[in-house]
């Protein structure tokens, strides 16, 4: 099993409407997710961190985090054409002490004007 | 521009040769990384850098190699390419805050080819 298991989409919202991707994790020693958006041909670019349970809000991007459920998700508001993107789910790696990231395979979103 | 360059962004590479990708950093991190990603895996940890003098297998190392050269740079050498390694392959470097790595930032990666 991945350490980190994500949905590949894709999912498609409207324009205006709330995007919510979800991911899942397996190691309960893990405190702490990221999540990268990943346009078609660039790199992936950090857009959220998470440390601690509950919800951590920066402008239309909401990170959750369950650690009884192991579960983590991004929720998007007022979604725009230009969040269409893969959207990875990482955490800290158990087999490296915690020192490198594992990430999940990514959800394809797209919104649709 | 503070980041992560990679060189170089595109190669084609036929089966047997060997090529070292260069990545280098210039916001003073500690920690630097490889991955690869390809269609339906994600990205895979190919080997990574704690510190400078320090280097760890990752995920999938076979076939691979790497070099820590300094605090900025960490290259990654491919002694006898072969087609299952053609993918897009990413740099990375981040600073660690309570053990935990913070904020990857990455390169724009480079696309190789193994034909």
């Known amino acids: 099993q991945k350490e980190v298991e994500q949905n590949s989409g894709p999912l498609s919202v409207p324009e205006g409407a709330i995007a919510s991707l979800n991911c899942t994790y397996s190691d309960r020693g893990s405190q702490s997710f990221f999540w990268y958006r990943q346009y078609s041909g660039k790199s992936p670019e950090l857009i959220m961190s998470?440390?601690?349970?509950g919800d951590k809000e920066d402008g239309r991007f909401t990170a959750q985090l369950n650690k009884a459920s192991q579960y983590v998700s991004l929720l998007i508001r007022d979604s725009q054409p230009s969040d269409s993107a893969t959207y990875l789910c990482?955490?800290?790696?158990?087999?490296?002490?915690?020192?490198?990231?594992?990430f999940g395979k990514g959800t394809m979103l797209l919104v649709s004007p | 521009n503070a980041g992560v360059t990679q060189t170089p962004k595109f190669q084609v590479l036929k089966t047997g040769q060997s090529m070292t990708l260069q990545c280098a950093q210039d916001?003073?991190?500690?920690?630097m990384y490889w991955y690869r990603q390809d269609p339906g895996m994600g990205l895979r940890l190919i080997y990574y850098s704690a510190s400078e003098g320090t280097t760890d297998k990752g995920e999938v190392p076979n076939g691979y190699n790497v070099s820590r050269l300094n605090k900025r740079e960490f290259s990654l050498r491919l002694e006898s390419a072969a087609p299952s390694q053609t993918s897009v392959y990413f740099c990375?470097?981040?600073?660690?805050?309570?053990?935990?790595?913070?904020?990857?930032?990455f390169g724009s990666g480079t696309r190789l080819t193994v034909v």
């Open positions: 990482a955490g800290p790696h158990p087999n490296s002490g915690y020192s490198t990231l594992t």
């Open positions: 990375a470097s981040s600073e660690i805050l309570g053990d935990i790595p913070y904020g990857y930032t």
């Open positions: 916001m003073n991190h500690n920690s």
């Open positions: 998470i440390y601690s349970n």
